[in-house]
């Protein structure tokens, strides 16, 4: 089996993510970068900040990573619990290993690997799959390091109050109801919603490993007492969660385990749409851009709004697979580097310059300008500051929500193959009106913003089928037939 | 000023508890146990175990107190954030400071003394009053210590729930919705009900000194979003919080900024009055006891429904002035020991032996059996095996809750002394039917449990007059002409 | 290959005492712990303290062995780095596991288990060896912990010199040497010399894992700098180390890595003989038992001048394996546990009650009324005490130091077992004047305290034979020819 | 009584450098902070390391300026004991409190103050006597401070041996006796040496704030065992110290109770000079700056073999008071800047850019390549690599010593200001080949490398003379008598 999976290494620690895995990890890790395996650009400092999570399997697989690492002559900064984007943060100018499973289940566990802020991308990936597969022995005795002990949690908490400051307005008093899921937002969104001025009422904000108070991963079920608490505290209230009236919130937030992911609750308890998130902060990141050709990379799956608001903005939208948002900003940066080199080279006036102004997946949301990693306090600190400024409806008010369904059609995972390679030219020729991308499957953008996706499921014998539009029915039913003709016609 | 008040030493940390207070204190401890100026029966060791609760001015008051302990030649083990019933715990066999100002708004701060697991008495704070005001120097240069640390938290948390067990009935999933006020019991009361059992969903669960959930103090305002919370989840529940039923919780909890106080919320979002918590317990703890003569020590303000509970159990109820729960203890203790010294000179056959079975203050209540201190995390961990074996309903059926009336008389300062003195003869005779007690102002009570108590109030020119009872308004009416007629003939 | 060695488990930490190995120990303890497969008489608490001496791979196999102790569900208490009997005292009613291999060169490490005190007996080691080979899994998640901290030296030390103030005389400024090898010594015993009132002077105070100062086994040769130091520093001085003297040294003590060993060197600068320093304890252990049968045990290799010592004293000896003086310890009790038994059963009076005043091997000293581990420390403050009551000079004089032989007889791996069947007698034909004991090879004593020993080799194709006598080369003579008798007639 | 003296603050714990002076210095800082009546040029993070050295009264009195300091709303990293270059190193880009008496004896403490790596100048010293004079509250209770923990050591011995490595040869194997004085050396100079490939032996390596083995001063008394130890080893050792020898050390290093101060012995056991390895150094960095006016800032009392040895390298010397090398280095720099400035304005070609190459006083050495700070751990590492290189023979060889001599001429304090007014013109007179600077006393400098310094005492009623020459008594009588007419005709 692949040791890194589309979420990293994760999963049952009884089986899959054991200490043995954890100290093979922290070894591979150490032995590559002693190898200059994993260089980036630029020296980094060959030391591993180590963190966890709040799980009851946290100790001991950080104290196992700590070891293989010590044993691999790395250097070693010890930094207990902390949010994921905390450990992101800490790991800039070095190498970071967060023991996280993020949203899943508390028997599981899991291993993020850092560098310079970024997770790993699959070259670092295979460096160390590799060498955990090969089995690599401890560094000479003498060069076995003893960890040290690192506080990170109080610099993160400012560095992020301080870049939210730049947008919005302040907090003044607003009220807001933050569901921690008794995970690592525990350690950061209330105490920085605060520092930003907010009246902060929270919902399992003791860290709790069990993760007794609902699931670890935010949904609309997990989330009902959270929707009731601010629904029910609404009640009556005319402008709820303004400081000056008696009662209410403004918005809810929830957080999942390691606090990666954001989900936004309404005045009325609904849930915000991820994409509608999504899309609201990929605007304001685009307008603020000082940049000719702001860029928000997102992924397939995510809605069509995201480019309606972008562009109304003046930038653009590169998508990335699911996963890959780090991959995906590194590609805008490279390419962007191989157009001005280009350019410089033959001479042209004009060269518009790039930023990734925002990059972010459904809840997950990489704030460019403030870091490389996926960063849930961040942004409700600069949702709150935006909600201070204009309200959450206004915000809301311009992303267009249409209909959106997701359909599975039959396929034999042998014919998936030639079925993709088929509806590559099947789909555009039944729809001669859409702007067609095959990087991720095949995705159709048509004039009135509707799309459609088209990927073969990874692990079920389907192909999955993803629109949203006015009429989405309509045009669910069209491109399933496309579909069907072209599982059956191969 | 008196550096002790009913409260211990509390108070701004800008002009009372200061820094150079705490470490005069410190200072003062350390050399009264050098001194052998607190020597209890037995030996203990010349320890003391410092902690502090979340606020935000703690850190730096326990260093002070570090400094000045460790400079005054004591042994110091540093304990961090814990709850304060935890630092007494820890003080078993030595001695413990608790920095913690309890319920007090967030600017205030203070400092407990325990010995033993008890709070210092009268003798041991003059020991330290008396050193703070006339200054000690510190030690001899080589006896100045070097703190250590020491891990307190997970060795309560196993002692209050191995403790609970023996009471009740086993949670199995039971819905609890707790109020951790941003304060210590965010630490404990939790991780305690789930390692019993429970289904907790925690609200302000996140240590924040700033307490920015609601008041440090939990009163029927403070905690109106807890009980907003448990009302609308349980609407149209039948039978909420069990772990068969879809949502609803069976309770709520309410803590203090030090997890000492305890506040009960039912099922309907109602606080359940803090004496009928209290006569719950008295009659629990009076029934399972195996002594011959089980007491109940509260204070005077406490209702007579208490006494109702107790004496039907078997037992009796003894009161001590507010604050002094440790010392009512105390004193019943060395009674039963004269008697017993006394009948056993005497040569008489019968012994009743005496076990003072519980002691309380409303929201305060000390377990005696598990410790000497007030713990409002072991309040919730009984109190949750009760309500799982019986329900919170058939709990409190039993008790009589009658009318209460609590009143202001004009009286002058100077006139207070001979007001009461006064009204210990005028009061017994306009109600000869009641038993009288004299020992903390004057108290009646009343065949049908009624009761009178009239005090001088120690910082207003009022005579206070408490009543309860089926018709209150008579009683009070009453009272307080008896009170009047005493204020204006002295 | 067997797990435990004679020296526990030990080695090279590239190919034998592995991170890996580390993290399987740690898993195997906690398993036999929850499987009660280490029960001791009486309970202990199942939590385990984890110490390392200074050696550098020490942080990372701690941390491997927590890991792995910790997903095996035991509580762990982390006490960084210890003097090996600082750990063994900090183990009593709980668990211990020291990372250290002693007197081993830098680049070996290795892992000690105990158990209340006292080294893993054979039993104990079985039940972990298996679980290391059969592999363990992990505890259920919910199961796994989270190590604390504990500090545990200044407890130990205030320990160690409250146990020698009953022996010998105060310090009062006696100069002593002491060479601490860069080891744990550094962090006791000058400390403890000092608290005991001497004015020392450290070689190699300094922690430093690569032994940089001399090899981390003391011998005369890793010695010679302290050796020289007070002989140096003693010339022309009378009466050197007392404090009303200008200069020198009473004495030298050195040390082994982890301070379980001690070497003394006399104001002469060389090395007291390890049997002469184990006769004067002896001795005085004796002398000062309370028992009617006090009982010194050691082992085959240790000289007959301290059975009489001891028996002048009025005790007697017994021998055991070498390494094995904790089971030896344990043997003698449960015999003396039988013996009053069967008395009991016949009814007879007069009951010897025994006492193992003291049990050591050469260098390795167990303390018995102190503690049930070998420990270094604790020799060097006794000894301290009693040479500053009686001079170094006083405690060695009534010492017979008989010249003493070792010598290699050739036999062949398949013939040592019949050879020694064979001596077993033919030894006592030659000499029927001795004492024979066949429990550990085949030793005999002779009324004038000389004697020898005759041992198959474990690792080469030898017989070793061992005499110390007056006349020693005729004793070996002698002896050597009916080795070889027997080799030659098997 | 001023706060600051010479030596910062230092004395006694328990009459002057109290916890409770303690708590007043940590509050003045944090407010000096706070308004920015510290700020150094650019912007310094408002936080402060605290460190301490081993002293036995140092954790208390660390905690109390911790509280202070926390009281006053600046950040505190806490670093546990450490050399004090260490924690001046700690100090760049922010601020540093150590708390060390450096070698006064073990009941006196003290506080250093760091801004950026180099100790308070006046102004500053000023800024924060000012308050702890008129008394500072604590800051608003919402802006106290959590201390956290920081580890410096690790970093600090690895800087210190990549900078020694710049000079002289690696030393494989070289033989090195260290006496650590059982202070903050311990930590670091044994390590650092060892790393650089030394064989290190130590005397009083292990820490303990009593200095059992010698005074925490060096002096040719204290080192006495360091002496008698390399001179006992070299005895008939041809080239001691090399590692391809039998035996004995190349030289020794001897260090104050924070390793500020270095002090060498040489093969045979004799002291170094002190201005003489300050000569040697002063060479070596004026040779190899780059500048083209290399400055060697020292102080009036050290030797004119400086001058010597710096003019023959082509630099010149810089002399400043006793106790300010870090007001002598801003000095030095700050005239270089004005001078580049008026050259600029002048428009003048050549600009001879000036280096502060080495600072010193004898003892302390300020290498300010490396930091602003005192460190004698760098000078051990950079001294070890120029004797690996050269030889210490060799290294002594150009650096002549000539005669020196102290004298003390009565003189009573009201007459020594116009006695010192009288000198500055009959000094010269007297001596008019000389060279005379007027800027600490009167010195005057001879062609032939002889000096004669003059100046009051500051405690006892003299004027000070000395002098250093080939005839130094005859320029000592010459000079007092100069001096005594002076005297008297006042």
């Given amino acids: 089996m692949d040791l890194f999976g589309t979420a990293g290494i994760r999963g049952d620690v009884d089986s899959h993510v054991t200490p043995e895995l954890a100290l093979a990890v922290g070894g591979a890790v150490a032995d ?56 992101a943060f800490a790991s800039r100018g070095r190498y970071g290993i967060a023991v996280t499973a993020s949203h899943n289940p508390p028997h599981d566990n899991g291993i993020k690997l850092f560098r310079d802020g970024v997770e790993f991308d699959r070259d670092a990936e295979d460096a160390v799959g590799t060498r955990v597969a090969d089995g690599v022995g401890s560094a000479d005795w003498d060069r076995w390091t003893d960890p040290e002990s690192v506080a990170v949690l109080a610099e993160y908490r400012e560095a992020v109050a301080a870049y939210a400051r730049q947008f919005g307005a302040p907090l003044d008093g607003l009220r807001i109801a933050v569901d921690c899921g008794n995970g690592m937002a525990s350690l950061a969104t209330p105490a920085v919603l605060a520092d930003l001025g907010a009246e902060v009422v929270t919902l399992n904000g003791n860290v709790d490993g069990h993760f007794p108070g609902r699931g670890s991963k935010p949904t609309p079920e997990t989330l009902s007492d959270l929707r009731a608490f601010v629904a029910d505290a609404n009640q009556g209230v005319e402008d709820p969660g303004r400081p000056d009236v008696d009662g209410g919130f403004a918005f809810g937030i929830g957080h999942d385990g390691d606090a990666d992911r954001i989900v936004i609750v309404d005045a009325d308890g609904a849930i915000v749409h991820e ?71 033959t001479d042209r006036d004009e060269i518009d310059d790039t930023e990734v102004a925002f990059a972010a997946e459904p809840w ?73 991308s095959t990087a991720h499957g095949v995705r159709l953008e048509f004039p009135d913003a509707s799309w459609v996706l088209v990927r073969p499921s990874g692990t079920e014998p389907y192909v999955r089928l993803y629109a949203e539009s006015d009429d989405v029915d309509a045009l669910v039913a069209e491109a399933r037939s496309v579909v069907r003709t072209a599982v059956e016609s191969v």
């Fill in 32 to 87: 590559a970068i002693a190898d200059d395996a994993l260089a980036a650009e630029g020296t980094l400092t060959p030391e591993i900040v180590v963190a966890r999570d709040g799980r009851v399997t946290g100790p001991a697989l950080a104290d196992a990573i700590a070891a293989g690492a010590a044993a691999g002559g790395a250097r070693i900064r010890r930094a207990g619990m902390l949010p994921t984007p905390a450990l």
């Fill in 275 to 345: 994409d509608t998130v999504l899309a609201i902060l990929a605007e304001r990141y685009t307008r603020t851009s000082e940049a000719a050709d702001p860029v928000v990379v997102t992924t397939p799956n995510a809605s069509g709004r995201i480019d309606e608001r972008v562009r109304e903005a003046g930038g653009r939208v590169e998508r990335v697979r699911l996963g890959a948002l780090h991959e995906g900003i590194a590609a805008v940066r490279e390419a962007a580097e191989r157009t001005a080199a280009d350019r410089e080279a």
């Fill in 364 to 436: 997950k949301h990489t704030h460019t300008r403030f870091g490389g990693w996926i960063d849930g306090v961040c942004s409700a600190a600069v949702l709150a500051r935006l909600v201070a400024a204009e309200g959450l409806d206004a915000l809301r008010a311009p992303v267009t929500e249409r209909p959106y369904r997701k359909v599975n059609v039959d396929c034999p995972d042998e014919r998936k193959a030639s079925t993709m390679s088929r509806l590559e030219t099947a789909l555009p020729e039944a729809f001669p009106e859409a702007d067609v």
